[in-house]
Every structure is written in C-alpha cells, then in structure tokens.
C-alpha cells in the first residue's frame, strides 16, 4: 500500500509539473505519428447516416484527389481503413492494382478507393490494413423506450441538432467543407453523442437500457483500436487513418492519451488542399 501511496504521489506530481512545463512530456520520445482523418462514407455504407454523393462523378473525385494530394504530405508508410481484417488480402490486391493503373474504375467506389488509395499512391505507402469491427446496436432506443426517465434531455437534444442541420446543410458543402466539419471537434463531440452518451439519458427507473446500448458502441470502437495496436509499427512508420467520424472521433480521445502515438494537426493538411 505504501508503495501504491508512493507512486501515486509521484504521478500526480508529475502531471502537475507537465502541465506547468510543456517541455516534459508523457509520451515516447519514439512516438509514432498519426493523422486521423474523419470522413462520410462516399460510397455505400450500412451506417444508419449516409451522405448523398456521387462517387462516380468526376468533379467528386476531382475534389477527393485534390484533397489527397494534401494529405499525401505526411508521408504515412501505413494506412489503416474501415475494413475488417479478413478482408485485408483482397484490400492489398486492390490496392495494387490501383498503383499499376490509377485510372481504373472501380464499380463501388467508396473513401477507401477514392481516398485511401490515392493518398497511398502519390505518398508511395508500402502497407495497408483493414481495422474495422462489427458490432449491431439499438441507436434508436431514445424514439423507442417508453417511461424513459429522462426523456426530455434526449428529445431537447435532438432538436437542438435538428435546428443546426437546417444552419448547416451537408448537401450543400463541398467535399473539403465537409471534411472540415466532420473533423471539427465540436462536431465530433455531436457525433459520440448521438451515437453513444446522450442513450445514457435513456432508461427506465432503476435500469440502463440506453447505457447498455451505447456500451456495444463503445465496445466496437475499442476492438477497432485494439486492432490498430496488434498491427506492428516502429519509429520510422507514419501512419494514416481513415475512418468514418464517429471512429474518428473515439480515436482521437485515445491516440492523444496514448504513450505511444503523436497525433498530427489534420486541420493543417485540409487547409492545404489546393483548389
């Protein structure tokens, strides 16, 4: 117990002295560097929230390759995308053969292609995995529980984001707008709030049907960002995430805790796409 007492007064001295000098650091000084980048899903997607874009019209991919070029700057030699890790053979194959002919069509076109691929391609990154993991949840569970406790907090809320929606139309923003908006971090808060903690104000008296809900989410993500951590990087690697924004969001929380990764500025890179 002394020793707990011991190491526990060591640690908060320490987060005190960091927080007074930012030079002391907790993370690795071989930190890895990380650009997460939240995006729509520009294809089809089983998500409950799509956005309309078309993925074959060549303005759209005229705008996502400009976007591409920019984060092809950092240089990531790994890139990690929403597939599961089953489908990483067949995304490699694919992979491939966009870098012997970046003009080829694909009949489904989704970020990962659009995106990803081409990110890799202008950056010559010699690796790319799959991260997802599936995992069903009750998101309506809110509209749905009757005698819910406090039922008035999550019906305000979603009015609230209602009003926003109609100051703030995603079908009129450009592909860059929107990428701007989904890696805001008021909006990513938006985002693990209706997907997650705002079920929290779900429940009937003396139970926690909408915690219990938002408690798979949260599981999907973890397992998601443990299959970043079982994919094996040194100090050389850079790597490039890209997910939808809810991910995103959750692994930012992480990745900026974590000893391990250094996050880089993802605004930085989209304020030097080039029209």
Known sequence: MKRLLLFFAYFVSAVQLQ??????????????????????????????????????DQGNVAQVHRIAQAIADF??????VETEPFENEALWESFQ????????????????????????????TSRI????????????????????MDKDTYFRYMKLLNELEKQFPEEEMTVLEHLKMTNDPRYQDILMNINADI????????NSEGADEATKFYHRNLV????????????????????????????????????????APVEDYLNAVKN
């Open 129 to 148: 995995y799959g991260i997802d993991y599936q995992e069903g949840y009750n998101y309506s569970i809110g509209y749905q529980l009757e005698n819910s």
């Open 224 to 263: 998601m960002y443990s299959n970043l951590n079982q994919i094996e990087l040194d100090k050389e690697d850079r790597v490039f995430i890209l997910m939808g924004g809810t991910h995103t969001a959750f692994f930012n929380m992480w990745l900026e805790r974590s000893p391990k990764y250094l996050l």
């Open 97 to 124: 053969a966009y870098l012997e002919n970046p003009s080829m069509k694909f009949d489904n076109p989704s970020e990962i292609q659009l995106l990803a691929f081409e990110v890799g391609r202008l950056a010559n």
């Open 75 to 80: 240089k990531p030699t790994v890139i990690l």
């Open 19 to 56: 927080a007074q000098n930012p030079e002391i650091s907790l993370k690795f000084k071989d930190a890895i560097p990380v650009l997460n980048l939240g995006t729509f899903h520009m294809g089809y997607s089983p998500d409950a929230t799509t956005t309309e874009f078309d993925e074959h």
């Open 199 to 206: 079920l929290t104000h779900t429940a009937t008296a003396g």
